[in-house]
């Protein structure tokens, strides 16, 4: 059976998610999660993406970045992967691809759609149970959208520069939106679209990239309420 093709945006973000083969590891010790973040910046320099947000998890990846061309996507994530698995591969004694499958992506909407793929991106570690509070997670970008630390190679969304008039009010802004929930029926949505490839957003965004692409993407659904936050705390 061919592949499905993929299309993708110049300017409109993707959520991206790569896991490992079988759900097997693909970091085993910090130097492993610190040498996939270089080849991110890397990546993204070359092919021109910026990267929002990110978790680097023991088995899987997500990504959330907007490209400057419609290929970017596809060669930046080829430059990390020919890198990043023979770096595997050649330090634990392994062979073949470390990934299971294709990587798999979808274009997200501005504003509240694209701000909550973010905290669905960086709350991985808490609903994992590996830590209480998202910025106790090391590899992944709280830390820099929250303002504990910097980190070099990611860059502000529109959507989340508009929080604040300033980088301190955006800090506290981005915190405040991580003391409600993601309700369970964004969660869905979130994960559908990123395994279907479906866009997430209303039906005006998605119909509006179909006919940039000229084509039918991902599932024929309409109709689905946007995604809201329940306020409950975490």
């Known amino acids: 059976m061919p592949r499905k093709p993929r299309f993708y945006l110049p300017e409109v973000p993707v959520h991206i998610v790569q896991r490992g083969h079988s759900r097997d590891p693909v970091f085993f010790e910090n130097q492993d999660y610190a040498t996939y ?20 998890m023991t088995n899987h990846i997500h990504l959330l970045v907007t490209p400057s061309e419609a290929e970017s996507i596809s060669l930046f994530m080829q430059f990390i992967g020919r890198r990043f698995v023979p770096y595997i591969n050649h330090k634990y ?19 509240a759609y694209l701000l909550t793929v973010m905290r669905y991106i960086e709350l ?19 830390s820099h959208n929250s303002g ?29 939106l991580f003391k409600g929930y993601i309700d369970e029926g964004a969660m869905k949505r ?10 997430l957003g209303n039906d005006m965004f998605r119909d509006k990239v179909e006919r940039q692409l000229q084509c039918k993407v991902g599932q024929a659904r309409r109709g689905r309420p946007k995604i809201t936050i329940d306020q409950k705390g975490l």
């Open 37 to 56: 973040a270089y080849w991110h910046k890397e990546s993204s320099k070359k092919y021109f993406v910026s990267i929002h947000a990110f978790v680097m």
């Open 93 to 111: 004694g392994r062979s073949g691809s470390i990934w299971e499958g294709r990587y798999k992506a979808c274009l997200v909407q501005d504003d």
């Open 124 to 142: 991985n570690s808490v609903r994992a149970g590996m830590v209480e509070l998202p910025g106790h997670y090391r590899w992944s970008s709280f």
């Open 148 to 176: 504990i630390k910097n980190i070099e190679f990611l860059r502000p969304h529109p959507s989340y520069v508009a929080l604040g008039k300033n980088q301190q009010e955006r800090h506290q802004m981005y915190q405040e």
């Open 190 to 199: 979130i994960r559908e679209a990123w395994q279907t490839g479906t866009p």
